[in-house]
């Protein structure tokens, strides 16, 4: 599970023959998958002869990226469709297109219910985009779609699929920092009675490599010096392209991209983590020990019943390993609380793991029904006063792990990758990430004692010498590249 985040795009001022082009904003809203997608979408609307600008106040079209995975985000979604919608009576935007996953997952219902949308577009118009958007602002008005399972679009057996790996789409960066998302593969083949995500983001297919790597020296190209790997499913990639040990021997040649310093791997599922695996993210230079391992619980009565496999002591001993590669290795997770038939024993059974694992981030999610996935239909559900009381009892928890956590690190050498630098308050702040930090959700790191001469995109070295909950004090050592 990944916390919605909302990231207006980026772009900087167009030259003089290119004022009257038609002007678009895209608004991204949910994961760093979604990110990668607004990128593509830029940069065929780039193609198609569209302008791209940051402010949706400045813009004649406004795409909204959606984000469709939990309550919260889709009615951020909505939220920021409306608000959009609302430029209207300024005279600009004229055009408010909806895209993304809340839009494929519900189609022509979403189109229906808001009617402040010019347009509800699914993925299937992505190729197309910008015809669409051209037809869209001469006063069409295309029919939703109709949502479907896109699971049933590819065949069943992961290497039936070959064939589907996707083209490699032009990106047009929509952020100048160091960081870049970099896609490594779309869909996921598990049944989580609790997601709806395989609905309609379909099956599992993996990039080719050569578009894979292709794309991380584009990205080192345009800035980026961090290459964050995303999909919804990390741990299968190659499997559809006949070798599961595919990003093993993929991460050594990423490393190896001239001007990128460090590659981070996002979202491994723990039954599919195996020790190669462990063993590459840990050890191989350029790559950030980092394991986002979604254990989801701990209890494997409810992980059962989630469609999921393990108990504490294989997600212990998968750490396990994890250290013993990679001693201070960043680990971060997610967890869902009050789901249905989980009882106090089992709440225990989690809570017990959580203070064993020593994990520097948990993700923690109170239990609600999806549309259309397996959990909706149980009936020992939880009451919401339950859920919301047993979420408030694992947070606090968390947050007291967490903080005991970024405490174990005091003394520790960390490399961090500079992402804000600025005057506040008269003073200058330096913030970034070390290598056990991924992007947005797992706390940063304030570098202090340094020259004053840092810049975003630097990479410093320092000592751990204070924690802020989640976020650490470095001092710097000096040593910059």
Known sequence: MTTPTTAPAVAPDPPADEQ??????????????????SEELAGRLTQGGFRLVSDPADADSVLVNTCGFVEAAKKDSVDTLLQAADLKENGRPSTVVAVGCLAERYGADLAESLPEADAVLGFDDYPDIAARLRGIVAGERPAAHVPADRRRLLPISPVDRAAAAPARVERTRLETGPLASLKLASGCDRRCTFCAIPS?????????????????????????????????????????????????????????????????????????????????????????????????????????????????????????????????????????????????????????????????????????????????????????????????????LVEQLTAQRAEERLGEVVEVLVEHVAVEDGELVVEGRGAHQGPE?????????????????????????????????????????
């Not at 009257?20 to 997608?37: K, P, Q």
């Not at 919804?232 to 993929?250: A, C, F, M, P, Q």
């Not at 020593?358 to 999806?370: K, T």
């Not at 000592?463 to 650490?472: F, I, K, P, Q, Y």
């Open 200 to 396: 309609f983001r379909g099956s599992f297919v993996s990039r080719r490599p050569s578009d894979v790597l292709h794309d991380a020296q584009w990205l080192a190209g345009e800035g980026a010096r961090e290459l964050f790997l995303v999909s919804e499913n990390s741990t299968s990639y190659g499997k559809d392209l006949g070798d599961l040990r595919l990003l093993e021997s993929l991460l050594p040649t990423l490393a190896a991209t001239d001007g990128v310093e460090r590659v981070r791997v996002s979202y491994l599922q723990p039954a599919e983590t195996r020790p190669g695996l462990v063993e590459a993210i840990a050890t191989t230079p350029g790559v950030a020990p980092y394991f986002d391992l979604s254990f989801q619980h701990a209890s494997a009565t409810v992980l059962r019943r989630m469609r999921r496999f393990g108990d504490p002591e294989s997600f212990l001993g998968l750490l396990e390993q994890v250290r013993s590669h990679a001693p201070l290795a960043g680990i971060r997770s997610n967890v869902i609380v009050g789901f249905p038939g989980e009882t106090e024993q089992d709440l225990e059974t989690l809570t017990d793991f959580l203070v064993a694992a020593r994990l520097d981030v948990v993700g923690v999610f109170g239990y609600s029904d999806e549309d259309g996935t397996e959990a909706e239909s149980f009936t020992d559900k939880h009451d919401e006063d339950e859920v919301a009381a047993r979420l408030a009892h694992v947070t606090d």
């Open 20 to 37: 009257e082009l038609h002007a678009v904003a895209v608004v991204t809203l949910g994961c760093a998958r979604n990110e990668v997608d």
């Open 441 to 481: 959700v797992d706390g940063l790191c304030r570098v202090e004692d340094h020259s004053g001469d840092l810049r975003v995109g630097d990479l410093v070295t320092g000592t751990v010498v204070a924690s802020e909950g989640a976020d650490l004090v470095v001092a710097s050592a000096g040593t910059v590249r």
